[in-house]
């Protein structure tokens, strides 16, 4: 079955430091990949997707991902954190065929501190 | 920037009630969805609507569940009969051509069910 994992439900990080925010995926095939910032009471926003054959890819607010082929993985980081970016995240997979749906992870709650 | 808009953003309905969620995708896209969260928790797909009907449905959109594009612009979610299990945040999202084209969401609208 295709799936989305995100192995934390939380994340603390103190302000300044370095956050890595993990996703894995298992996936036949080279899959659309994305990640999500949401807000409280507020949607799903994105934040950035995989640009085949950028292992480091960057987005929006100073996050970037890194993606790994031989692990499927594609985990967000950022090299200093800031309070404001305290939210829910959300890794997302788009199969590379046969169906047109987005799969989320659970999501991962990210925490910093100041 | 272009924007998913939805209405309304509460909607408190008694058991067994029809409710009707109206959504404007963003105008050039091409590829509708209705996702549901369930207390801030996971982001569960409903249905994906192209070219004027259901390219794919998921297993909780059951016959009380329709959609529809009346007019160009606006993509409805009807629930016939609500349940108390339907209570929810119901989130419309739209995407462009291409399958890396990432999702655009809504801000949801809230959905209590008594």
């Known amino acids: 079955a295709q799936s989305v994992a995100q192995p934390e439900d939380q994340v603390n990080v103190a302000e300044g430091n370095p956050l890595t925010v993990k996703c894995t995926y298992s996936v036949s095939g080279n899959p659309y990949l994305f990640w999500y910032v949401q807000y409280p009471n507020r949607g799903l926003q994105f934040l950035l997707k995989?640009?085949?054959?950028?292992?480091l890819v960057k987005g929006s607010y100073g996050f970037e991902a890194e993606f790994n082929k031989s692990q499927t993985s594609f985990h967000l980081k950022k090299p200093s954190a800031l309070v404001s970016d305290s939210a829910l995240y959300f890794c997302?997979?788009?199969?590379?065929?046969?169906?047109?749906?987005?799969?989320f992870g659970t999501g991962t709650r990210l925490k910093v501190l100041a | 920037e272009p924007e998913v808009t939805q209405t309304p953003s509460h909607q408190v309905t008694q058991m067994g009630q029809e409710v009707i969620l109206r959504c404007v995708p963003i105008s050039n896209h091409l590829y509708f969805y209705w996702y549901r969260q369930i207390l801030g928790q996971k982001v569960e797909f409903l249905v994906s609507?192209?070219?004027?009907?259901?390219?794919?449905k998921s297993e909780i959109f059951d016959d009380q569940f329709s959609v529809e594009r009346p007019d160009g612009s606006n993509f409805t979610l009807k629930i016939r009969s609500t349940k108390l299990e339907d209570s929810a945040m119901y989130f419309c999202a739209s995407s462009g051509q291409g399958m890396n084209s990432p999702l655009h969401f809504g801000n949801g609208t809230r959905l209590t069910v008594t």
């Open positions: 609507f192209y070219n004027n009907e259901i390219s794919e």
């Open positions: 997302a997979v788009r199969p590379p065929s046969g169906t047109y749906k987005y799969i």
């Open positions: 995989y640009i085949t054959g950028d292992n």
